[in-house]
C-alpha cells in the first residue's frame, strides 16, 4: 500500500482469480465499507491489458485484465490507509487474493516453473512503485539465464507501463 504519484490518495492492489469479476456480489462486499462504487467506464490498451473502473466520488476500484497470461487484480484507488485496508478485508473474505509480498515469495522458488507470474506480482504494485525486493527479483528475472523467464519478465515490464499510465491519469 502507497500514496500515489502526485496524489493524496492511497494505492493498493490486489490480485484475483482470473475467473473472478468485480460484479455485483463483491461490489456489495466493498460497499460494507461505507462506499457504493459504481460502474464508470471501461479502457483497452490494445496490448492485453483491459481495465474496469469503478468509482464513489474520488475513490476508485479498477479491474485489471492481462487476458494473454490469465492475471486479474483489483487496483484500490482510496482517501484513506484505513479505508484501503478495510477494503482489503471484505474482497479478501469474498474471493482468494494474493499480495505483491506473497507473490514475490512463491515467485522466489518457481520462477522457472511459472515465469509469466511476473505480470501477477506487477499487478499486485497497482501501478505504484514496487517494493525494493520485488524490484530486485524483477532484475533478478532479467538476467536470468532461462530466455522464457527473460522474455516473461520484458513482457511484465511492458504491460506494467501500460496499466500504470492509465491508472496515473485516470
Not at 502507497?2 to 463483491?26: E, F, M, N
Not at 475513490?59 to 482517501?79: H, S, Y
Not at 519478465?153 to 496515473?168: E, I, L, N, Q, V
Request: charged share 20%; glycine share 6%.
Amino acid at each position: 500500500m502507497s500514496h500515489g504519484p502526485g496524489t493524496a490518495q492511497y494505492w493498493s492492489a490486489l490480485v484475483i482469480r482470473p475467473d473472478d469479476r468485480l460484479d455485483a456480489d463483491l461490489l456489495a462486499a466493498i460497499a460494507l465499507t461505507g462506499t457504493t462504487f459504481e460502474y464508470a467506464g471501461d479502457a483497452d490498451f490494445g496490448t492485453g491489458v483491459h481495465a474496469t473502473v469503478y468509482a464513489a466520488d474520488r475513490e476508485q476500484v479498477i479491474e485489471v485484465e492481462c487476458a494473454e497470461v490469465g492475471a486479474k487484480a483489483l487496483f484500490i484507488r482510496v482517501r484513506s490507509r484505513e479505508r484501503a485496508a478495510a477494503i482489503e478485508a471484505n474482497i479478501g473474505l469474498h474471493t482468494l487474493i494474493w499480495t505483491e509480498q506473497v507473490l514475490r515469495n512463491q515467485l522466489e522458488f518457481s520462477l522457472e516453473q511459472d515465469p509469466y507470474a511476473l505480470v501477477a506480482m506487477l499487478m499486485a504494485c497497482g501501478g505504484a512503485s514496487p517494493e525494493p525486493a520485488t524490484s530486485d527479483l524483477l532484475q533478478r528475472a532479467l538476467e536470468h539465464p532461462a530466455e522464457q523467464v527473460r522474455e516473461a519478465a520484458d513482457y511484465a515490464m511492458r504491460m506494467s507501463k501500460a496499466w500504470t499510465s492509465f491508472c496515473g491519469v485516470s
